[in-house]
Nanobody, 116 residues
């Protein structure tokens, strides 16, 4: 089992920045890829970015250049630095972990609200 806890969400004005964190615990040795997803009201959950244990990253095309995903394996923590935030970035942001056993875990999410 893997437990994921997100933090760092909140209210920010358009153009501002936030840094989200996702702390992993449990069977962390089994995690190979972690990622951030988001779900805006009335919309489906969508990919923000993913990062492998080795540090390879992939981003949603629309977010490249504004968002940066990173991972500290020693601290079992993943981050999402979000810059130049826009009102359309308002969503619940979820942490995701995929294991070598083909299991997927989700955090409970952290709300990011960007005011115009």
């Amino acid at each position: 089992q893997v437990q994921l806890v997100e933090s760092g969400g909140g209210l920010v004005q358009a153009g501002g920045s936030l840094r989200l964190s996702c702390a992993a615990s449990g069977s962390i040795f089994s995690i190979h890829t972690m990622g951030w997803y988001r779900q805006a009201p009335g919309l489906q959950r969508e990919l923000v970015a993913v990062i492998t244990r080795g540090g390879s990253t992939n981003y949603a095309d629309s977010l490249k250049g504004r968002f940066t995903i990173s991972r500290d394996n020693a601290k079992n923590t993943m981050y999402l630095q979000m810059n130049s935030l826009k009102p359309e970035d308002t969503a619940v942001y979820y942490c995701n972990a995929q294991t070598v056993y083909n299991t997927t875990y989700w955090g409970k999410g952290t709300l990011v609200t960007v005011s115009s």
